[in-house]
C-alpha cells in the first residue's frame, strides 16, 4: 500500500475517534446531571476521564517508542469501542465516573501512538490535524440532531470500532525504531527537557482557554444571544480551524507557534469589548485561527526534537489534558469571584506568559 493510501486511512481513524469523543462528551454533564450528580460530582467525572486520558498518554506514549506503534492503535481503539459502549450500562454516578476513566486510558493508549505513526508515516501534520476537528465538527453535530444520549453513545462505539478495523490495514512500522522489548526505554525527562519551552507555553494558553471554554456559553447568553447562536458561533471555531490547519505546515513552526500566542493574547481581550453578534462571529473566526496555528505549530516543534516521537506526543496530549481537567475548575471560581471578564483578562495573562516563553526558543531557533 503507497504511502498516500496510509496517510489517507491515518486521517480517517483520526476523524472517526474524534467524532466519537466530540459525540459523547456534550452529553455527559446532563447525564451526570439526570443521575442526580451535583455541580461538583459532575467536575468529578470529567476529571476522571482527564485524568486517565493524562496517564495513559503519558505511559502509553513512551511505551510505543519501544514496541512499535501500531499494537496500541489498535489495541487502544479496540478497547475505546468497549469503553464507549460501556457508557450505555452506567447507571450509577460512581459507575459513570469509572467508566469514562475507562474512555481516558482508552483514548490515551491510542493518541500519543497515532500522531507519531502519522509524522512517521510522512502525513502533512496539519491536514491530519484538521480531520480531527472535522471529527468534532460531526460530532457536535450528531449531538444536536440525535437528543438520545443511548444513540449517541452507540455510535460513538461504532465509530471507533471502524476505526479499529480500518487501523488493520495500516502498513508495518514506519520506522526501525525500538521494536524490540529489551529496548531501554525513553527517558521522560530527557524528552521534556529537549521541548519544555513549548509544553509550558502551550499550557499557560491552554488553562486559560479551558477556563474560558467552561463559561463562554453563559457569557454568550449573558450577551443576549439565542442557544442557537452559541451553538452557530462554536461551530464556525471548528469550521475555520478544519481549513486553516490544512496550509500551516509549508510555513516556519516557530513563526505559526508565535503568531498563534500573540493572536490568542487579542482574542481572549477582545471578548472583553464585544458586545454585537457580528464581533463574536469575527472573533470566533480569529480563534479558529489561533488554536490552528499554536496545535500545529506546537506539535511539529516537539515531534521534530528527537527519535521519541511517541513520548513527545504522549508529553503533549497530556499537558492539554491536564488543562482540561484544571482549567474549568479555574474558570468557575474566577467567574464566581470576578465575573466572566475575569476570566477572560485571566487567559489573556497567561497567555502573555506563554509568549515570553515562546519568543526565546524562536529566536534561537532562528540564529541557529
Not at 506514549?61 to 489495541?75: E, T, Y
Not at 486510558?105 to 501512538?113: S, V, Y
Amino acid at each position: 500500500m503507497g504511502p498516500i493510501n496510509s496517510i489517507q486511512l491515518v486521517s480517517t481513524v483520526s476523524f472517526l475517534m474524534n467524532f466519537a469523543i466530540q459525540g459523547s462528551l456534550i452529553y455527559i454533564p446532563l447525564l451526570s446531571a439526570q443521575m442526580g450528580a451535583s455541580d461538583f460530582e459532575v467536575g468529578i467525572i470529567g476529571a476522571c476521564y482527564g485524568s486517565a486520558y493524562l496517564l495513559s498518554s503519558l505511559y502509553f506514549g513512551r511505551q510505543s517508542d519501544r514496541l512499535g506503534r501500531l499494537g496500541f492503535i489498535r489495541s487502544g481503539l479496540l478497547l475505546c469501542a468497549l469503553t464507549f459502549a460501556a457508557q450505555l450500562l452506567a447507571g450509577h454516578i460512581f459507575t459513570l465516573g469509572l467508566v469514562r476513566a475507562g474512555v481516558g486510558l482508552a483514548l490515551g493508549i491510542t493518541t500519543a501512538a497515532l500522531v507519531a505513526y502519522a509524522f512517521e508515516a510522512g502525513a502533512n501534520m496539519g491536514r491530519f490535524s484538521s480531520y480531527g476537528s472535522l471529527g468534532w465538527i460531526a460530532g457536535a453535530l450528531l449531538a444536536a440532531y440525535l437528543s438520545n444520549i443511548a444513540y449517541l453513545f452507540a455510535v460513538s462505539s461504532l465509530c471507533c470500532a471502524i476505526a479499529f478495523f480500518i487501523s488493520l490495514r495500516f502498513p508495518g512500522e514506519t520506522t526501525g525504531k525500538r521494536n524490540s522489548s529489551k529496548a531501554q526505554l525513553p527517558s521522560l525527562k530527557n524528552v521534556f527537557k529537549e521541548g519544555w519551552p513549548v509544553y509550558l507555553a502551550v499550557f499557560l494558553r491552554h488553562l486559560g482557554a479551558a477556563a474560558v471554554w467552561i463559561i463562554l456559553p453563559l457569557y454568550f447568553i449573558s450577551l443576549g444571544l439565542e442557544q442557537f447562536w452559541v451553538g452557530i458561533l462554536w461551530g464556525i471555531n471548528f469550521a475555520v480551524q478544519f481549513i486553516v490547519m490544512r496550509h500551516l505546515e509549508r510555513f516556519n513552526p516557530n513563526s505559526i507557534f508565535t503568531f498563534g500566542q500573540v493572536l490568542s493574547i487579542g482574542v481572549f481581550l477582545a471578548y472583553v469589548l464585544a458586545n454585537q453578534l457580528w464581533q463574536l462571529v469575527m472573533i470566533q473566526i480569529m480563534l479558529g485561527v489561533t488554536w490552528s496555528c499554536l496545535y500545529v505549530g506546537a506539535l511539529l516543534l516537539v515531534l521534530k526534537t528527537g527519535e521519541d516521537k511517541g513520548t513527545a506526543s504522549g508529553i503533549f496530549q497530556a499537558t492539554l489534558n491536564l488543562c482540561n481537567a484544571a482549567g474549568p475548575f479555574l474558570g468557575g471560581m474566577i467567574a464566581h469571584g470576578w465575573g466572566y471578564n475575569g476570566v477572560m483578562i485571566f487567559a489573556a495573562a497567561l497567555g502573555m506568559a506563554g509568549l515570553a516563553t515562546a519568543i526565546p526558543r524562536v529566536q534561537k531557533q532562528q540564529a541557529a
